[in-house]
């Protein structure tokens, strides 16, 4: 079992920038997947990046150039630096984490709320 807590949403202008954290416990941390989700009000949750175990990092595309994943396996924790912010980066801010295994199982924080006003 994987427990994640995100922190660090909160509120900031159109242009700003922001640093989310989940901190990860329950397994070996660096064997993981992590990624980064999001869900806007009345839209499904999208993927917004993923790094894997060693590394290799994935983007959506609208935010590309603009956020950046990162992991450091030493503080069992992974951040999404957000910089240019737009309002429509607006959502709950999902981390997750995938460890290895012949079944894919997903597990999820709570979520962290980000707002980016115009």
């Known amino acids: 079992q994987v427990q994640l807590v995100e922190s660090g949403g909160g509120l900031v202008q159109a242009g700003g920038s922001l640093r989310l954290s989940c901190a990860a416990s329950g397994n070996i941390f660096s064997t993981n997947r992590m990624g980064w989700y999001r869900q806007a009000p009345g839209k499904q949750r999208e993927l917004v990046t993923t790094i894997t175990s060693g590394g290799s990092t994935n983007y959506a595309d609208s935010v590309k150039g603009r956020f950046t994943i990162s992991r450091d396996n030493a503080k069992n924790t992974v951040y999404l630096q957000m910089n240019s912010l737009k309002p429509e980066d607006t959502a709950v801010y999902y981390c997750?984490?995938?460890?290895?295994?012949?079944?894919?199982?997903?597990?999820w924080g709570k979520g962290t709320l980000v707002t980016v006003s115009s």
């Open positions: 997750s984490a995938t460890p290895p295994g012949p079944v894919i199982i997903n597990y």
